[in-house]
């Protein structure tokens, strides 16, 4: 199969996500395209005539998805139904428990494809990172009270990863179905 991963990121941690993605995928023996949405906003049109399923991938900050990842799926829509899709939703609160949060994943999930009138196969939420490394002066205070306040014991001079790498691999094992 082709597949195009099509990613929106902030910090970095989606693009190491998708790649990550690519990589498996290709080792199973399929065509894989990435696609930086932060490139796609250029007048080059996509043909999506040449893939058979996709996956986007985009990171929450402030309750919100990129706006480039909800554009991009609202003009390509039409195209991502006709195929399999999967939608890659990372944020902090995914690794947590906390119910409100998950609540609050699912309704911005909810939200982000209706909006864009696209009904990924699959939704699936992945745990993000603390990226210190990328964030400024401000972010990184705000980023340290979030965790504090969470419980959770952070160096403001390296990133902490939650993301399940096990979990992500055995979701490229039997994707797309």
């Known amino acids: 199969m082709t597949v195009l991963i099509a990613y929106a990121t902030t910090e970095g941690q989606t693009r190491k996500i998708a790649r990550f993605c690519a990589d498996h995928l290709i080792a199973r023996g399929h065509s894989v395209e990435l696609l930086p949405l932060d490139d796609a906003d250029r007048d080059e049109p996509l043909d999506m005539a040449r893939f058979d399923a996709a996956v986007l991938a985009g990171s929450v900050h402030g309750g919100r998805l990129q706006p480039q990842l909800i554009r991009f799926a609202a003009q390509h829509a039409a195209a991502l139904n006709a195929r399999p899709g999967l939608f890659l939703m990372v944020s902090l609160a995914a690794a947590g428990n906390d119910p409100q949060e998950r609540s609050d994943l699912v309704r911005i999930a909810t939200e982000f494809t209706k909006t864009a009138g696209w009904s990924p196969s699959e939704v699936v939420h992945v745990a993000g990172a603390f990226r210190f490394t990328q964030y400024d002066f ?20 390296s990133d902490k990863e939650y993301t399940d790498w096990a979990s992500l691999a055995a979701l490229m094992d039997r994707w797309p179905e």
């Open 138 to 157: 401000f972010k990184s205070l705000a980023m340290r009270w979030i965790a504090h306040n969470k419980g959770e014991e952070v160096d403001p001079h």
